[in-house]
């Protein structure tokens, strides 16, 4: 614990990997971490497979780093259905940065779980921000317009846009466009590119944003630097509204509501099968599946076969 709180690497990474492989020790890590907590910057990087979400945090390493920021990265890639592995391609896509101590990259895969963020994630940012990294960069898988979970673990949220890919208009729905605090057009030098930008602005067009933060839109060619200038003069404008504002505490707090039930119902999810055991939840979804019950019925037995609730 002390090592990890005065920033060594090594020492994070093992934590990391504690809390990846569910053990019985994060508890109690986070606990030791968690006054250390509060002080980084997390900036959500999210978008469809192809938009260029690795290259643009490559280059936002580079921009922070010159700032003189620590920074902290954690890519999450897609487990394969079958073998349950990834590929984990950040590092190669950010292999320069690897010899930078003042940086830390951690891919993680999301092991099928749906919303963009493997479910160590918050941990792991908990974890780079008691080591002392004061920008956390986090990328989500890209799985589509679901992928929405980002917006709770970090403090401005980029969303990705592409040109040419297909229908705009079709990237243009609810959901993934609704957490955007900064639109981002990436490879803005392909044609179709006004065309996106004039969508997106239409879209902003129909809200009524009042005292409400209106999310910029942004121009970029993340592999040759074209507009990291600019949209990190954004983010930061976006961090400056909120600091000291009753809308970012209230944002905390709905962010410590959401993390709090999510982990009250895996533990009380833990404490039910512990009780009635394994076997018996086999059998209700046997019944389920064989449509001899419904499984609502078939959950208020468990529940109260658990002794936690009336059947």
């Known amino acids: 614990m002390e090592r990890l709180l ?3 690497a090594r020492a994070l990474a093992r934590a990391i990997t504690l809390v990846e492989e569910g053990s019985a020790r994060v508890p109690g890590l986070l606990r030791a971490v968690y006054h250390s907590t509060g002080r ?3 900036i959500g990087i999210t978008g469809s497979p192809g938009a260029g979400k ?14 003189g920021k620590r920074v902290g990265v954690i890519a999450v890639d897609p487990s394969s259905a079958f073998s349950g592995g990834a590929i984990l391609g950040d590092r190669i896509r950010m292999q320069r940065h690897f010899l930078d101590r003042e940086v830390f990259i951690r891919s993680m895969a999301n092991r099928g779980h749906t919303g963009g ?3 160590a994630t918050h941990d792991a940012v908990d ?9 956390i960069l986090l990328e989500t898988v890209g799985v589509g317009q679901d992928e929405v979970e980002v917006v709770d673990g970090a403090d401005t949220v980029c969303v990705l846009l592409v040109p040419g890919m297909g229908d705009d208009i079709q990237s243009l729905k609810a959901g993934i466009m609704e957490i955007a605090h900064v639109f981002v057009i990436n490879k803005s030098d392909r044609p179709g590119a006004d065309r996106l930008q004039a969508d997106v602005e239409q879209m902003l067009g129909l809200r009524d944003w009042q005292e409400h933060w209106r999310p910029p839109l942004v121009r970029t060619v993340a592999t040759g630097g074209q507009g990291i200038q600019e949209l990190c003069a954004r983010i930061a404008d976006h961090r400056a509204v909120g600091v000291g504002s009753e809308a970012i505490s209230r944002r905390r707090r709905e962010l410590s509501r959401a993390r709090f039930m999510t982990l009250l119902s895996g ?5 039910v099968v512990r009780r009635v055991g394994s076997s018996r939840v086999d ?10 019950q419904d499984p609502y019925t078939a959950t208020a037995r468990v529940v109260a076969e658990a002794g936690m609730g009336e059947s």
Request: charged share 25%.
């Open 6 to 8: 005065s920033g060594n």
């Open 40 to 42: 980084a910057y997390v």
């Open 54 to 67: 690795s290259s643009l945090v490559n280059v936002l390493v580079d921009h922070y780093r010159k700032a």
């Open 117 to 119: 963020l493997a479910l």
């Open 127 to 135: 974890l780079m921000d008691a080591a002392g990294y004061e920008i």
């Open 267 to 271: 533990r009380l999810l833990k404490e």
């Open 283 to 292: 059998d209700a979804v046997e019944a389920i599946a064989s449509r001899r």
